[in-house]
């Protein structure tokens, strides 16, 4: 089992860490990395007037969810299936149905989402709860103004989802 000297490979390396030849390495690599934050340093900075120039959202881009009605009768489109709930990986809707009573109906089924919630806080904006409701009754706008001061204020309710959403900064209009 001896090697003889032909089978031996020799693997090129490259030169022993330390010494001048390290050193040079060394402060060249510094100079190439220093290159692009002094490119950066003589460009004039871009500024975006927040509340009066708005970033504009890509056509998929998923933000604040919406419950939808019916435009002709204005019964809900929720009929309280929980099926977002099961779909949503974040576990951040809640949905508690109730029977529908015949003389006062609230959605076109036979039940409807008494109490529908979503936590903001928790929700991971996925789109599942979209995807995974059989009648669009909800989906998920171009609204990314939604931060608030307490977690509890980040709980939408039935109530919140089915209004038109506010616009918490207005544009300037014209010679304002």
Same mark, same amino acid.
């Given at each position: 089992?001896?090697?003889?000297?032909?089978?031996?490979?020799?693997?090129?390396?490259?030169?022993?860490?330390?010494?001048?030849?390290?050193?040079?390495?060394?402060?060249?690599?510094?100079?190439?990395?220093?290159?692009?934050?002094?490119?950066?340093?003589?460009? $004039?900075?871009?500024?975006?007037?927040?509340?009066?120039? $708005?970033?504009?959202?890509?056509?998929?881009?998923?933000?604040?969810?919406?419950?939808?009605?019916?435009?002709?009768?204005?019964?809900?489109?929720?009929?309280?299936?929980?099926?977002?709930?099961?779909?949503?990986?974040?576990?951040?809707?809640?949905?508690?149905?109730?029977?529908?009573?015949?003389?006062?109906?609230?959605?076109?089924?036979?039940?409807?989402?008494?109490?529908?919630?979503?936590?903001?806080?928790?929700?991971?904006?996925?789109?599942?709860?979209?995807?995974?409701?059989?009648?669009?009754?909800?989906?998920?706008?171009?609204?990314?103004?939604?931060?608030?001061?307490?977690?509890?204020?980040?709980?939408?309710? $039935?109530?919140?989802?089915?209004?038109?959403?506010?616009?918490?900064?207005?544009?300037?209009?014209?010679?304002?």
């Amino acid at each position: 089992m001896s090697v003889r000297p032909e089978e031996i490979t020799v693997v090129p390396r490259g030169p022993e860490p330390g010494g001048k030849g390290g050193a040079y390495r060394a402060f060249g690599e510094t100079l190439r990395g220093l290159r692009t934050t002094m490119s950066q340093m003589f460009t $004039k900075p871009v500024t975006i007037q927040y509340p009066e120039e $708005k970033t504009p959202v890509y056509p998929r881009f998923r933000g604040r969810h919406r419950l939808h009605r019916f435009e002709d009768t204005g019964l809900e489109k929720c009929v309280g299936c929980s099926l977002c709930a099961a779909a949503c990986p974040a576990q951040c809707i809640r949905v508690v149905a109730a029977e529908n009573d015949p003389e006062n109906r609230v959605s076109a089924g036979e039940r409807y989402a008494a109490v529908y919630e979503i936590n903001l806080a928790r929700c991971i904006f996925c789109g599942y709860c979209e995807l995974a409701c059989p009648f669009d009754a909800i989906t998920m706008g171009h609204d990314y103004e939604m931060a608030d001061y307490n977690r509890s204020d980040l709980i939408f309710t $039935k109530e919140m989802l089915l209004a038109e959403p506010i616009e918490r900064a207005p544009l300037r209009r014209e010679g304002e």
